[in-house]
């Protein structure tokens, strides 16, 4: 059993990340440290003015090959590796001039960065490490005896220790800093995996990981009694993981959650064309409009449903400007997420102390490739995402009559909206605006009179017959199984469907659409949604 307490004496240092370093370095070169180092780290520290060793200096060899070998020696994994105390290991030792290490500051080469930015192939390859994770790994297996540090962050960590402890480490904090060291090579193998698999265009490779650091702990998951934390993915996509909180008190799980769906559904909107608001409540958008403006895009889309709004989240597809969010303070809110905002709009904000405001300065690309994971017992499904969406000379025109040119606007529109709502679908909407959404009904036919309900209620608020369903246009995330979802649509005054099509009773459902005069389109795409 390894002592509790155990002294540091000697350190080697290789980093990429320069940040912090010499502050750790010269603490620990008060505290009577023998620094070991390589190149650019090496240099770094001398030019601090440290006294800094060469690695080649313990294995009596210069690094070679263009760098990819110079602590791959026993010198150095042996100095990691011995145990303490035990016989044969101290011997060895003995025999072969190996010194022992007590601590290994070491991060990775950027991979994920030289990945994000684009660099060729072979560049790529060449920020694989190779050393430093055998190094950190051999490090974090004999945490009876030495410390790993792979994070900036445990630097201050470390010396609080020594300081506590009289120059050493306890072993609770030595497994710690093992732990975290295992999962860091973990995550910087499965990244190279998922980029080397993606080169190849394997889709469905035979081993799969998931992972990234911490973003933030929670305060609790979906419910007080669930513990949650939210991770970073290696995925460069503008959105609730890459966005900067300017205001407001601590995002929760079903925040972020929320904030996620809203942000994704606005950047189906092409911000050079149109401003445009979504407000999600519950994961589900409960109204969307476009307009030339934010703030009256933000009216309209509050308009289709105000009374699920309340404690809403609002994602705008153009940066944040002063009317918008004026107009944004007068009800409850909890979350506003937006490519970018002005100083106006950051004052105004800034007077309700509980309202979140996320700046991301981009929007995510709703046409993007990507990966979406869900778990379930014992495992984990994984797709790629549903980045197609409608498009006007997309769509296939199977009833009688063509639809207008403001109708296919408007069918366009409906169908984005219904590809970011919960299956079944039903959007009903009219210039540019949802007047009516049904979410996440068993059956077709209960969504599509269920989004006409909270039609007639928006309009008993508003006064405002212009937010009825006569006249609007209705999307349909999937297909109809029958004619009687069609028959709620007819009745609720609809001009003009979009859906996917597919059913064996498609027949039966454009005769009735023929039969009613409504224009019709198939899109031969089901955006499901569970």
């Not at 017992?377 to 797709?383: K, N, R, S």
């Amino acid at each position: 059993m390894a002592d509790d307490l155990v002294a540091l004496r000697r350190a080697i240092l290789s980093v990429s990340d320069k940040n912090g370093l010499l502050a750790l370095a010269l603490g620990l070169s008060q505290r009577g440290v023998e620094l070991v180092s390589t190149g650019g780290t090496r240099r770094a520290l001398i030019e601090g003015g440290l006294s800094v060793a060469d690695v080649s200096d313990l294995t009596g060899m210069a690094e070679m090959m263009d760098g990819r070998v110079k602590t791959l020696h026993p010198a150095i994994h042996g100095g990691l590796l011995a145990r303490r105390g035990q016989a044969t290991h101290e011997a060895a030792m003995v025999d072969h001039g190996i010194r022992p290490i007590d601590l290994a500051v070491i991060d990775l080469y950027p991979f994920e960065a030289t990945l994000a930015r684009g660099a060729a192939y072979d560049d790529i390859v060449e920020n694989i490490y190779i050393g430093g994770p055998a190094m950190i790994r051999a490090a974090a297996k004999n945490h009876d005896h030495v410390v790993v540090l792979t994070d900036i962050e445990d630097y201050q960590a470390l010396l609080v220790q020594m300081d506590a402890h009289h120059g050493r480490t306890s072993l609770v904090f030595r497994k710690e800093m093992a732990a975290k060291a295992f999962a860091r090579t973990a995550h910087y193998d499965a990244r190279i995996g998922e980029w080397m698999h993606a080169a190849l265009g394997v889709t469905e490779p035979s081993r799969r990981v998931f992972g990234g650091p911490l973003i933030q702990k929670l305060r609790y998951g979906e419910n007080p009694h669930q513990q949650a934390g939210f991770y970073r993915t290696g995925e460069v996509r503008a959105g609730v993981a890459s966005a900067i909180q300017l205001h407001g008190k601590e995002l929760s799980y079903n925040n972020l959650n929320d904030t996620d769906a809203a942000f994704e559904c606005v950047a189906e909107f092409d911000a050079a064309s149109t401003a445009a608001i979504v407000i999600v409540k519950h994961a589900n958008p409960c109204g969307v409009a476009q307009g030339a403006t934010l703030a009256e895009a933000y009216q309209r889309a509050l308009a289709c449903d105000p009374v699920s709004a309340f404690g809403g989240i609002i994602a705008a597809n153009r940066p944040l400007d002063g009317a918008a969010a004026s107009a944004m303070i007068k009800i409850f809110t909890e979350v506003i997420i937006a490519p970018g905002a002005d100083e106006e709009a950051r004052r105004i904000i800034a007077t309700r102390k509980d309202l979140r405001l996320l700046i991301t300065d981009a929007l995510p690309d709703p046409a993007a490739a990507g990966t979406s994971f869900k778990s379930v017992a014992g495992g984990m499904l994984v797709q790629t995402r549903d980045h197609l969406s409608a498009q006007a000379d997309g769509l296939k025109v199977v009833t009688r009559r063509a639809p207008t040119t403001s109708e296919t606007i408007d069918l366009v529109f409906a169908a984005r909206v219904a590809k970011h709502v919960k299956s079944n679908a039903i959007v009903y909407a009219k210039d540019g605006a949802t007047v009516g959404i049904g979410a996440g009904q068993m059956s077709r036919v209960d969504s599509a009179l269920s989004a006409v309900r909270k039609a007639r209620d928006a309009v008993s608020a508003a006064r405002d017959e212009a937010l009825s369903t006569r006249g609007s246009v209705a999307a349909s995330d999937a297909f109809f199984p029958f004619a009687d979802g069609l028959d709620v649509l007819i009745q609720a005054g609809v001009t003009a469907v979009i859906q996917p099509g597919g059913s064996i009773r498609d027949k039966d459902v454009i005769a009735a659409a023929d039969a009613a005069g409504l224009a019709m389109v198939f899109t031969g795409t089901r955006h499901f949604r569970h």
